[in-house]
């Protein structure tokens, strides 16, 4: 393989996503364990007003919960931890194995640990730690 070119792609590339999970499909598929993800979307609301929501993706036997965010009014009423606990129940009702995600120490990584999540993992923030700290 010569003659490879690397670009740098300006923004999000949707083709481009489109063609690594083909990539990512084929692969898992040959090697027994196919890649199937399915969207899960959890909304809080009150009189028709959105409190705050939960999106992730159901994958590989776990739903990653990509966002979790409340509206300011909602913050400190436990809304949070209804829609993790809904989206834990929808994970059991998938048969996933569990729930996981990511924060940062600036968000809520206490209220996770108050609903029961363990921490497994950290990555120093950026700015914030040397460079001998950093993934290479």
């Known amino acids: ?5 690397i670009t740098v792609l300006d923004g999000a590339s949707k083709d ?15 090697a ?6 399915t969207d899960v979307s959890i909304k809080a609301t009150e009189a028709g007003k959105l409190l705050g929501g939960l999106t992730g993706k159901a994958h590989l036997g776990w739903l990653y919960v990509k966002l979790l965010a409340m509206a300011p009014a909602a913050r400190g ?9 809904r989206g834990e129940e929808v994970a059991r009702e998938m048969g996933l194995v569990g729930v996981y ?15 029961g999540y363990t ?7 950026a700015g914030r730690s ?7």
Not at 16 to 30: A, F, K, M
Not at 77 to 85: I, P
Not at 103 to 111: K, L, S
């Open 16 to 30: 481009l996503d489109d063609q690594l999970v083909d990539l990512l499909e084929t692969h898992s598929e040959e």
């Open 32 to 37: 027994g364990s196919p890649f199937v993800e």
């Open 1 to 5: 393989m010569s003659g490879i070119d």
């Open 77 to 85: 009423h436990g809304v949070g931890a209804k829609l993790m606990r």
């Open 119 to 125: 921490e497994i993992g950290r990555l120093p923030a």
């Open 130 to 136: 040397s460079a001998a700290d950093m993934v290479p």
């Open 101 to 115: 995600l990511d924060t940062y120490d600036f968000q809520a990584p206490g209220f996770y640990e108050k609903i």
